[in-house]
């Protein structure tokens, strides 16, 4: 039976994989790693990087434990004297307006021998938005979740689009990808070990697909007023992960470890009052396309 | 009896004078004024300054009323078919860092003849802290509160230092001021007019009360690394508003028009994974005076 150590060690290992390969494609700079433990038990490897071409970037591990608390059984509808949390979370938020923002979470979470679920999602942010990009993106993503079921893709894609979604602009944070909670063998007809290897593959799918993103768009040259709007959408990428991640406003309001949760904002952000980008332009189509039901696969 | 069309009446006019007083201490620019009409009745006008010395503020008046929704109620704890609100709500964020940010909001809510009351306060945020400026500012605050009870400021104060709070961070906004809620005359000994009167004397405080910081500093110079500064203490803004703020919370949730709640959060903010500033600086200086129940007047 698979214990929850190895999902931890699956993960720590994920998170190592991940790291080299994003040293690789920056070229420039090596992560930073903080170790920290959490006083009721476990801890967690906070890496940061800083790079010409990865401006921010955070690969986030951790595996932590402690007695269930009332308002983390109350907001899952769950009862259990203890639980056990593990993940890896990645935001990276690239120099080139032309590169887009990325963010991947697996997570394993468990509060008793019954009670236990996998996570996890990977979406893409690009500040312009590529029709062909989008869609391959999709495509990669579609691939991984077909091998598990051909059910996962279209379920994941629309949980993405309802999930990655900030209400109050009615815009989509980006093109979307898949995002899935609280799979289980009760919810899911498959076992424990599918469901693993169903996750670990979405994690091996993130370097390959942020890689198709990152490689065609590096060496690109960028305008000072591609910049700006750059600026603008990361903004909107701060909107989202403060008001609407359940998972950032979860941690911050339950004492999680800040610097790491808000790992995911941006090195900078513009707001300005009312801004509409002028019709007909990259950026106006953009923002056109940040809706809901998008079938980026043909 | 004091009306509500009198007290909206009263806070619409307070609109007009604070925004003809900071376009004369701006001296560079002018308001912009989008009106807007809320479906279930009434509406607001949002005022947009973006001067050479306010980089971006907004002075917003709205007077809104409509069927009171379950989620409303609920969160209120109150009864009643249908509710109303008016008030007046400032954030200026100044462009020199050297000047601090301000936060200014009186309102009045009603959902019945008997259920009604006002809020507001002031708050002062300084990228850089000065104790002879934060007790002269909470000087003028406390002197507004004593017009009409000496109990109000010890009070007041104490509740803004609780209200203006980061608990992620654990860290105060900035140097706090006052935060007031649900008074009325069950609550407090005090007729309605005598509270409408108290709120009136706090909108006609903000003036007088930002014109002494924003003089004495806004022809000072300043350097890049106190810009740096600025933009990061401005993330901790964004992260306020966003995170915490009810006002901003409850208006993203429930579909207030986003532009005017979120004119809130400034022109450009920065983040830095934990980023601490070095001892013995102005500001760890000002890092180490973010904390609650600082009495600034001796």
């Known amino acids: ?64 434990e402690g007695p269930a608390s009332e308002a983390l059984k109350k907001l899952l509808g769950e009862s259990g004297d ?10 990276l938020h690239p120099s080139s307006p032309l590169v887009p923002i990325i963010h991947m979470n697996v997570r394993y979470f468990e509060m008793s021998e019954k009670v236990w679920w996998f996570g996890g999602g990977i979406d893409l942010t690009p500040h312009y938005i590529d029709k062909d990009e989008a869609q391959n993106f999709h495509r990669q993503l579609k691939e991984t979740c077909d091998r598990t079921d ?18 109050h602009r009615q ?28 996750v670990m593959n979405v994690g091996r799918t993130f370097v390959p697909a942020y890689r198709a993103v990152f490689e065609s768009n590096v060496q690109r040259d960028w305008t000072d007023s591609e910049k700006q709007w750059q600026y603008y959408r990361r903004g909107r990428y701060v909107e989202f992960n403060l008001v609407w991640d359940r998972g950032t406003r979860f941690g911050l309001e339950t004492g999680g470890r800040t610097e790491s949760i808000l790992m995911s904002l ?9 801004f509409q980008p002028e019709e007909g332009t990259p950026e106006a189509e953009t923002q056109n396309l940040l809706r809901k039901g998008i079938e980026w696969i043909g």
């Open 82 to 91: 203890r639980f056990f949390a593990t993940g890896v979370s990645i935001v």
């Open 171 to 198: 815009e989509t944070r980006g093109v979307g990808g898949i995002f899935f909670d609280r799979l289980n063998t009760d919810r899911e007809s498959k076992t424990k070990a599918e469901l693993f290897e169903f």
């Open 150 to 167: 051909s059910d996962y893709y279209p379920r994941f894609k629309k949980w993405a689009d309802d999930y990655f979604y900030l209400k």
């Open 1 to 64: 039976m698979l214990q929850k150590e190895d999902i931890a060690a699956a993960f720590r290992s994920l998170q190592d994989d991940i790291c080299r390969a994003l040293e690789q494609m920056d070229g420039t700079s090596l992560f930073h790693e903080d170790a920290w433990e959490m006083a009721t038990g476990g801890g967690g490897r906070t890496r940061i990087i800083q790079g010409e071409h990865i401006e921010k970037g955070g690969v986030n591990f951790s595996a932590v």
């Open 266 to 274: 941006p090195a900078q952000a513009r707001w300005q009052y009312d």
